[in-house]
């Protein structure tokens, strides 16, 4: 007789990610709501808060953030492993995506005390083909690992640069770095390296196995290179729009 056995691990998979994806569908709705309530509140379109009141109300804002992120992405894996994330390819300007990160990072990076530098070869640079949209995430996934993980007063350097027909971004950090023998998993579902639980951090270990997934997705590949206590520099590469 044939053997069942994946058959039913092949459905018990099914069965798990339709529950995910029907909770977290579930879940975006009220955190939406929520959202909107706390930005009303924030911006006093209610009646001034004291300064506990908004206090109180920025950390539940905050929390509320990191729901809806998580969200998000397990969404967004739940899409990756059914084979349904699409990916839309167009000429598309990294240099506007990461300047719009940094820009909507600033207050986090003052808050920290980090030197951030961001570095291109030429310009005007040239396009690459990838989904803005899905770009954007990833990159900003990798940022916000870099300026997370690193302790305050350090530094984090973006560069870009041209290879031949491909175009290389980098990611370069003073951050706790990646212990050797875990470094091989660092693109895995749920990863999270040991060293990290000293830093106060919420995370899923989902951000670098989606921002693969996006940039492979573009024709292009990622990689790092990085020791422990001293830093990480994460690397991928896009193919040019104009090769």
Not at 54 to 64: A, C, D, F, G, L
Not at 191 to 217: P, Q, S
Request: glycine share 8%; aromatic share 8%; net charge positive.
């Amino acid at each position: 007789m044939p053997n069942k056995k994946p058959q039913k691990k092949e459905h018990l998979g099914t069965v798990q990610s339709d529950f995910i994806t029907l909770a977290s569908h579930q879940l975006r709705t009220p955190l939406s709501g929520m959202r909107w309530l706390l930005e009303l509140l924030l911006k006093s379109r209610t009646g001034p808060l004291n300064r506990k009141q908004r206090e109180y109300v920025t950390k539940i804002y905050s929390s509320n953030e990191r729901m809806i992120a998580l969200v998000n992405d397990l969404l967004e894996v739940t899409r990756l492993d059914q084979g349904d994330s699409k990916i839309y390819l167009q000429p598309t300007d990294l240099v506007e995506i990461i300047r719009g990160l940094l820009k909507e990072k600033a207050s986090y990076i003052k808050e920290k005390s980090l030197r951030v530098a961001f570095t291109v070869e030429q310009e005007p640079f040239p396009l690459v083909n990838t989904d803005s949209n899905r770009m954007k995430q990833a990159i900003g996934n990798i940022l916000s690992n870099a300026i997370s993980y690193t302790p305050d007063s350090g530094s984090v350097n973006i560069g870009l640069a041209l290879d031949g027909t491909q175009v290389v971004c980098s990611v370069k950090d003073t951050g706790v770095g990646i212990p050797k023998d875990q470094q091989v998993n660092v693109f895995s579902k749920f990863f999270r390296g040991t060293n990290v639980l000293r830093f106060e951090t919420v995370g899923t270990g989902l951000g670098l196995y989606i921002t693969k997934a996006f940039v492979e997705g573009s024709g292009g590949r990622i990689w790092l290179e990085s020791e422990e206590d001293k830093g990480t520099t994460i690397y991928f590469t896009l193919p040019r729009s104009d090769k």
